[in-house]
């Protein structure tokens, strides 16, 4: 069965400082992975999503990157925080192609906050 | 507008009660409608997936599809405390998901 892991779970950071979150999936090949920021009472935001290795959009203009050095790894980094960073971020995975491409697993979530 | 609609709520029912959860949309393409359950501090988890009009039951859940209006439900019959969580919405046209902000249902005993 596929599994998805992230961390770490939560962090604080001071204002400035940089931010490294990891995901993993495994019991699958070739997932399209997503990270997606959820703030109190605004939602799921889509950050960034990938189809493939080295393969990266983003879908909001910001101070935060992702990577995806390997099929079945995600990463989520920022080179300088900024307090609007904080927020409770979910990476996802789902299959490629067909009717369940929408159907996204989550992982537990990143819960960071910038001080 | 934004593309998906949902009432943040809190709605609080007691056990036993008949719970509906709702959201419009005004995005004709979109064809795949999902609703995820999320535990306070936890990710989502799918619940219900459905394609184009219709209903789809599973247990006490049961998800309703109306695309003529632009509205789907998500029903739970014989609520229980433990369904107490955020109810997303979500739904494509194209890969990616289009999220609702999420209905909070509080189960009281």
């Known amino acids: 069965s596929q599994t998805i892991h992230q961390w770490p779970a939560t962090l604080v950071q001071p204002v400035g400082s940089p931010l490294s979150l990891e995901c993993t999936v495994e019991?699958?090949?070739?997932?399209?992975l997503y990270w997606y920021r959820q703030a109190a009472g605004r939602g799921l935001q889509l950050l960034f999503y990938?189809?493939?290795?080295?393969?990266i959009s983003s879908e909001v203009p910001q101070n935060l990157s992702a990577s995806r050095p390997q099929d079945r790894q995600f990463i989520l980094s920022s080179k300088k925080l900024l307090l609007s960073d904080s927020g409770f971020y979910l990476c996802?995975?789902?299959?490629?192609?067909?009717?369940?491409?929408?159907?996204?697993?989550f992982g537990e979530g990143s819960r960071l906050t910038v001080l | 507008q934004k593309e998906v609609e949902q009432d943040p709520g809190p709605l609080s029912v007691p056990e036993g009660a008949i719970v509906s959860l709702n959201c419009t949309y005004s995005?004709?393409?979109?064809?795949?409608f999902m609703w995820y359950r999320q535990y306070s501090r936890k990710g989502p988890e799918l619940l219900m997936y459905?394609?184009?009009?219709g209903n789809k039951e599973d247990g006490r859940f049961t998800a309703q599809v109306d695309k003529s209006s632009k509205y789907i439900s998500l029903f739970i019959r014989d609520s229980q405390p433990s369904d107490s969580a955020t109810y997303l919405c979500?739904?494509?046209?194209?890969?990616?998901?289009?999220f609702g902000r999420g209905t909070s249902l509080i189960v009281h005993p």
């Open positions: 979500a739904m494509r046209g194209s890969y990616i998901p289009t």
């Open positions: 459905t394609y184009s009009s």
């Open positions: 019991g699958t090949s070739n997932p399209n």
């Open positions: 995005n004709s393409a979109f064809q795949y």
């Open positions: 996802a995975w789902s299959v490629v192609g067909g009717p369940s491409t929408g159907e996204l697993f």
């Open positions: 990938s189809v493939g290795i080295g393969q």
